[in-house]
């Protein structure tokens, strides 16, 4: 199985900094990468696939970058609404594995 | 608009069984392939089992084999997660998503049901 390490597990920043999570594949995932947004008690929301395409409908303000083993996703001015958990997805390979989840705080 | 409601979910006892659904509407169902990933409490998001668009192409997730069974049903625009033999550790919210194919974007799990919680307690 492909793992999928994401850091850091918790971020603290203030509405309008920028902000940049990282997610790392134990082996090349090529650009199959996926992240998502999750606020409490809701479904997680795409944001970003093929590991740098914007969804639809999706702030501009987010952003993707990499392939292969190494991605990150950026935030460039962080909104109150933006305080959330963020997972990355590889869908490569079966079976698809998330990272274990980046938490952004309020700081 | 594209809409999926999941439901079903409850408290079991262990080595219970449930069944779980997923309504979907706003789309043509039966030409998309589907997941259920699940979330245990406070903690991150496992894909649990696949399903093709013409229910011939199944997979699950080894912590699942064997005691849970994925299946469709096109003409009703349903699709099921029957869960069997649970577990503590099958504790968990459950959703459906649907794999949209994006071309060069590969296929994507874009739309999510709202989630349906299992408690497996005695």
């Known amino acids: ?107 | 608009e594209v809409q999926l409601v999941d439901s079903g979910g409850g408290l079991v006892q262990p080595g219970g069984s449930l069944r779980l659904s997923c309504a979907a509407s706003g789309f043509t169902f039966s030409s998309y392939n589907m997941n259920w990933v699940r979330q245990a409490p406070g903690k991150g998001l496992e894909w649990v089992s696949y399903i093709s668009s013409g229910g011939t192409t199944i997979y699950y997730a080894d912590s699942v084999k064997g005691r849970f069974t994925i299946s469709r049903d096109n003409a009703k625009n349903s699709l099921f997660l029957q869960v069997n033999s649970l577990r503590d550790e099958d504790t968990a919210v459950y959703y459906c998503a649907r794999v949209d194919p994006r071309g060069d974007g590969g296929y994507v799990w874009d739309y999510w049901g709202q989630g349906t919680l299992v408690t497996v307690s005695s």
């Not at chain 1, 918790?10 to 594949?25: F, N, W």
């Not at chain 1, 696939?49 to 914007?54: G, H, N, P, Q």
């Not at chain 1, 303000?61 to 305080?83: A, H, W």
């Open chain 1, 1 to 107: 199985d492909i793992q999928m390490t994401q850091s850091p597990s918790t971020l603290s920043a203030s509405v309008g900094d920028r902000v940049t999570i990282t997610c790392r594949a134990s082996q090349s995932i090529s650009s199959w990468l996926a992240w998502y947004q999750q606020k409490p008690g809701k479904a997680p929301k795409l944001l970003i696939y093929k590991a740098s395409s914007l969804e639809s409908g999706v702030p501009s303000r987010f952003s993707g970058s990499g392939s292969g083993t190494e991605f990150t996703l950026t935030i460039s001015s962080l909104q109150p609404d933006d305080f959330a958990t963020y997972y990355c997805q590889q869908y490569n390979s079966f079976p698809w594995t998330f990272g274990q989840g980046t938490k952004v705080e309020i700081k």
